[in-house]
């Protein structure tokens, strides 16, 4: 069995190599094994081995399997039970698809909970009816009309130059007035010629990770909860990234006097993703002490710190020390992923090689987009939006609140006060119950496992729920799907 | 002597490190040498080191040094003469800045050649009055209510999912539409699947370097004549790049089998950069047959295929085997470089490899000015856009022919078959004499030298001249100007 497992882990690795974006790996995993139980490789009730397993096969994340695995269960080729692992699902092979709409079918199984299961794209995949995955804003309510009023206006006023090569800061317009905004919306000490534009947090952190490493930065301390995009992104520019762990007050800063060969933290201190937190005051104090005292810098990675419902937005770490402070903001969370505009605001003894960082991949963006939203902020068409949208997602927020208080009292809802996120807490060891029942219900959802740093140990069971994500249409649907996956006892 | 440039050198390379744009570095150089000599550091009659000693202090590409020597002589800090080399002008300091329109007046050298070196800038920096340089199309032609009216379209009919993150080869709806364009503008074979949106030609030449850095290619043959960024960007990868020889049939690919060790060859086969001249069509094929032979791949960079004055464009390389070829296209030339959008047509074999490299840096470019292009491209307008400007850049390259023809008799004008430079041959050994004559003219021009690989031989002297450039207001005053610099007899 093990060899066997080896040599489809083979074959699967060629077929990952078409993958590559964000979900890019997941989705051409999802497609090596559907192929795979199509042709019959795979029979019916069959256990696979365990993510852990396959994905050191593959070489790929952990995660990344088991999110495969889940949709595939979702989808109904799998099936998952406790004790029992995951095996093919127990039906005939289904059908291949011989055409749109014709007798053969869709591609996949047969009968069992396709309607459920969701939408069927143009590619035959199947997606989820409902996406409460947390990190994307309402995408239906981006502002179209006013976007292109201050689009007009761009093209209108543009000079000439605009549309030639520009400086590798980005334009001076929008960066003068994104200066001004983040001054005034998030405490950040900003001037113009210190904000480097960026094509999102993304490209502002791999821009840092060629910094740093050529700086002769070795580690980076990163928080026990994140991202593992992120983690990635600098594994690959050759850093090794430990853990600071997490308590109440938040990322255990003080900490980092002790760890040595750090030269960098990356911090979500005004919301901590996805737990929710706000980094408590003595523990901003001790990141920039500590980074005062080493040279080291704090990365702060500020995904939408305008979010806040309950009282003031907590200013941005980078006020206390501009000189020790990368600040990285971005318009995916406050408008769309799709515009790719981020920026980033550093010290002023780094601008020089940020600057050369970027030189170096011509990535400059489309000026015309940096002119549309300076023209957009200047306007105070952003404020507005921003305000609107708060307003939506508090709503949203409260509406979540108050469903799970009905139908699932014991469930503990945290990381509240800000974002366009929250934690559902769960009982110890009901995670994985809790993400295969989601699965079956077309609820796409993820557990806190997920973002769990993989030194930190296992302290809490939880689903983190995105609940800026569906359209309005479905967003009463995806609440009462969430609700029967949550344990009511 | 030796030891006090050693010294200034390592000043001025610390400097230097604010710099990392196209055009940083030597903007940095020139901004050192001008404190240098304001601080009194490099004194009035000093002889500065040549161009090749700097650079090679500093470490930067010697044509850094001579543009910034070059350009400082246009703006009356440094004087140069043939047989006494380059030296600091005789006369006093120059003030400093007292403020924007005090008594201390501008920044730089008092009445030598100010107001005829040119319009000076917020930042106290002298432009040429008239820029010749080649590479950049007429920016005050950029369709500004065509492209509103698109972007129009673009945001009404744009998915919900448009504003989220999205595939990393960029928007289905303008790969498709590409595709059909590049099929019939350039006889590109293009399929959708097989097209990834870049932000530029730099863009996919650096995804590319990645590529065969990850395929153990150590060796890129690249043309005799051409850009030293794009040569440094693949250097940065890694990669050698060893020069192919010239003549009047173009590269000469038939020495590609003798070339051990390359694994791909960079090459502007519809019209060399900057020579002008189209590669014979047997020189097509003996690049293809190489390719298939070695299993080598041919990078072809058809920057601005659609100009092509006397005859039917030469269509791609590509078409002769689109499994051998990468194409790579771009609206820099066409529309604008502001817009950043470029694109690859790559071997089917490929696609993996190449989104890959593209996730690792998030780089998708915006979904909305994908979109925009989409339907600029599907609506007519982007054939209009292009049929005008090669009128008008025609017109211009006919001006030019006649211009010198007139004044300049004996200098041969080469290359005018397509594009949007020129090469005015010189007699050997005027090249520097020429530009020199130029930048005092206040014209930004660039000697054929610029573009010559450092493993080739010098054999024609030469200015490259761009004539799209200008603005309509600027042309006849920089035709005059050029004429003042060819030799009459």
């Excluded at 934690?423 to 557990?447: D, H, I, K, N």
Aim: proline residues 6%.
């Amino acid at each position: 069995m093990a060899d066997e497992w080896a040599t489809f882990g083979a074959d699967l690795h060629l077929d990952l190599r078409g993958a590559g974006a964000r979900t890019g790996l997941r989705a051409a995993l999802m497609d090596a094994l559907r192929e795979a139980v199509r042709g019959g490789r795979l029979a019916a009730g069959v256990r696979l081995p365990s993510s852990r397993t396959l994905a050191a096969d593959l070489g790929i994340a952990r995660n990344t399997v088991a999110d495969a695995y889940a949709e595939l269960v979702a989808e109904g080729w799998l099936t998952a039970r406790q004790g029992s692992g995951t095996r093919v699902a127990q039906r005939s092979v289904p059908r291949r698809r011989t055409g749109s709409g014709g007798p053969g079918g869709p591609v996949g199984p047969a009968g069992s909970g396709g309607a459920r299961a969701g939408a069927r794209s143009r590619t035959g995949r199947t997606t989820p009816t409902y996406d409460l995955k947390p990190g994307m804003p309402d995408l239906a309510s981006f502002p179209r009309a006013e976007w292109l009023k201050a689009s007009r206006r761009a093209l209108t006023a543009a000079p000439h130059d605009a549309f030639g090569y520009g400086d590798p800061r980005g334009r001076i317009e929008l960066r003068t007035v994104l200066a001004e905004y983040l001054a005034r919306a998030r405490g950040v000490y900003a001037r113009p010629e210190r904000i480097v534009l960026c094509a999102g947090f993304v490209h502002g952190l791999s821009l840092m990770g060629q910094v740093l490493r050529a700086r002769r930065v070795r580690e980076v301390a990163v928080e026990a909860y994140g991202l593992d995009e992120h983690w990635r992104l600098l594994t690959r520019s050759g850093l090794r990234l430990p853990a600071l762990p997490y308590d109440d007050l938040g990322t255990r800063t003080e900490g980092l006097p002790g760890m040595k060969g750090v030269g960098a933290v990356l911090m979500t201190a005004a919301h901590q993703f996805p737990l929710g937190g706000a980094l408590h005051p003595d523990r901003r104090v001790a990141a920039i002490d500590w980074a005062r005292s080493s040279g080291g810098l704090v990365l702060e990675d500020d995904y939408d710190g305008e979010f806040r419902y309950d009282r003031q937005p907590v200013g941005a770490l980078q006020g206390l020390d501009p000189e020790r402070v990368v600040y990285l903001g971005t318009s995916s969370k406050s408008l769309a992923p799709g515009l790719r505009l981020g920026w980033m605001v550093v010290p002023e003894s780094l601008v020089g090689e940020v600057v050369e960082a970027k030189g170096h991949m011509d990535w400059s963006g489309s000026a015309l987009d940096q002119l549309t939203f300076a023209e957009f902020l200047a306007s105070g068409a952003y404020d507005r939006h921003v305000r609107a949208m708060r307003l939506r997602y508090r709503r949203r927020r409260d509406e979540l609140v108050a469903a799970v208080a009905a139908h699932a009292p014991r469930t503990r809802v945290s990381g509240i006060a800000a974002g366009l996120h929250a934690v559902l807490e769960l009982p110890a060891g009901q995670e994985p119950e809790a993400l295969r029942s989601a699965a079956w219900q077309g609820l796409a959802v993820r557990g806190l496992s997920h973002f769990r740093h993989p030194d930190t140990a296992p302290a809490q069971d939880g689903l983190v729920v995105g609940y800026a994500t569906p359209p309005d249409s479905a967003w009463s649907g995806a609440l009462a799907a969430l609700c029967r996956v949550l344990p009511t006892t």
